[in-house]
Each structure stands twice: as C-alpha cells, then as structure tokens.
C-alpha cells in the first residue's frame, strides 16, 4: 500500500482544513487508517483513527470535537476534516495504515504541512 497525503496549508486560527490521503493497493479496506502529526521538537502523535470494519474511529482528546476522520472505499481515500484550528494544531501530519487500532504501523504517507497562523 502507498499512501498520498495532500490538502495541507496556511490558515488563520479558526479556520478549516480537510486533509486527503489517497491509497494504492486493493487491500485499502482491510486496513485500519490512521492521522498522526509531528510538530516541531515534539514526537509523533496519534491524532485519529478509523477501522476498516464498522467504521468506528478514535480521536485524540486535544481534536475531540473538532477534528472528524472518514473514509471512502470505492475511492481507497481517507480523509481528516479539521475544524476551528487552533494554533497549537500546527504539524506535518502524516497518513498512516495498520492491521488494527492496536498494532504496529506497516505503511506510512508522505506528510503534508499545516500551519495554523495567530
């Protein structure tokens, strides 16, 4: 599978920002999807998650509420609709997949930078 990660840019706090990472690869669906963000000096962090079952998704508690990550089968893309931006939101996030919510990554995307402006 080879991720594509696209959608990122430069919005005022407040904004919005929809993320995309389109799939290779006929697996797609089997896959669980993940957001991970990296800001600068800090590690990677989970920012979402969906199944490739039912459909269920995990949020971290700093995007709970503003954040929404959805996926497209027929299309093999994923996506991360950002809402009410906040600074701190600022990273390269990165589009990820894995067998389940709890297992290792197995393919990374390429990451696409958002910066969140004051």
């Known amino acids: 599978v080879q991720l594509q990660a696209s959608g990122g840019g430069l919005v005022q706090a407040g904004g919005s920002l929809r993320l995309s990472c389109a799939a290779s690869g006929r697996t797609f669906s089997t896959y669980v999807m993940d957001w991970y963000r990296q800001a600068p000096g800090k590690e990677h962090e989970l920012v979402a998650a969906i199944s490739a079952s039912d459909g269920s998704t995990y949020y971290a508690n700093p995007v709970k509420g503003r954040f929404t990550i959805s996926r497209d089968n027929a299309k093999n893309t994923v996506y991360l609709q950002m809402n009410s931006l906040k600074p701190e939101d600022t990273a390269v996030y990165y589009c990820?997949?894995?067998?389940?919510?709890?297992?290792?990554?197995?393919?990374w995307g390429q990451g696409t930078q958002v910066t969140v402006s004051s």
């Open positions: 990820a997949a894995g067998r389940t919510m709890t297992s290792a990554i197995e393919y």
